[in-house]
């Protein structure tokens, strides 16, 4: 009898820990969810240099590669208005100071390669950091992966230059290819 009572609430033991891990929608798989989500939003939150929380004061602020790549420094320059990310530019410049947005013959190249190019791909990403007023929801471009996580990251650096009012241009050094 104490056999079949142990194998009973054994049983029950499994049955109640297979269904907090499964995947319906019961209480203690719902509350462990909204914990970990909750859990998760808050780290990213406190890790993001441009949380939505955080107050960004009014002007213009740059950052830029520390290098050339490809034979361009890509830059970022964020204007923000009433502690609003309000523009965005998004561009890189070759030695002599062209941008790479007005280069016809890498335009051509890339867009045969990659189906995107520089005015088209830096257009997007500037357009969306203005919707989403973070870098956090933005996805990367098909065809300019490696130059949606530059711009992420010039982003990042000129928006924690804005909430400390800092305007002098931030270099920062990007990772290699």
């Known amino acids: 009898m104490k056999k079949q009572l142990g194998l009973g609430i054994a ?12 995947s319906d929608n019961s209480t203690a798989s719902s ?7 909750s859990s998760m939003a808050t780290s990213t939150t406190e890790s993001s240099t441009n949380a939505t929380t955080e107050a ?3 002007g213009e602020y740059t950052a830029e590669a520390s290098d050339y790549s490809n034979g361009y420094k890509e830059y970022v320059t964020v204007t923000i208005a009433d ?9 890189a410049k070759d030695e002599s100071g062209n941008l790479k947005t007005a280069d016809e013959s890498y335009k051509e190249k890339m867009e045969a390669s990659n189906g995107t190019y520089p005015e088209e791909y830096m257009k997007t990403l500037e357009d969306e950091l203005v919707k989403t007023q973070s ?3 933005i996805d990367a471009v ?6 949606s996580g530059d711009f992420k990251v010039l982003a990042d650096a000129a928006l924690e230059n804005a909430a400390k009012g800092d305007t002098e241009t931030a270099v920062v050094t990007l990772a290699a290819e």
């Open 56 to 58: 960004w004061q009014d």
């Open 135 to 137: 870098t956090t929801s």
């Open 31 to 37: 509350s462990s969810s909204s914990m970990e989500s």
């Open 11 to 22: 049983t029950l033991a499994t049955l109640v820990l297979l269904g907090a891990c499964g």
């Open 142 to 147: 098909t065809g300019a992966t490696h130059s």
């Open 83 to 91: 502690g609003k990310i309000t523009m965005v530019d998004f561009d």
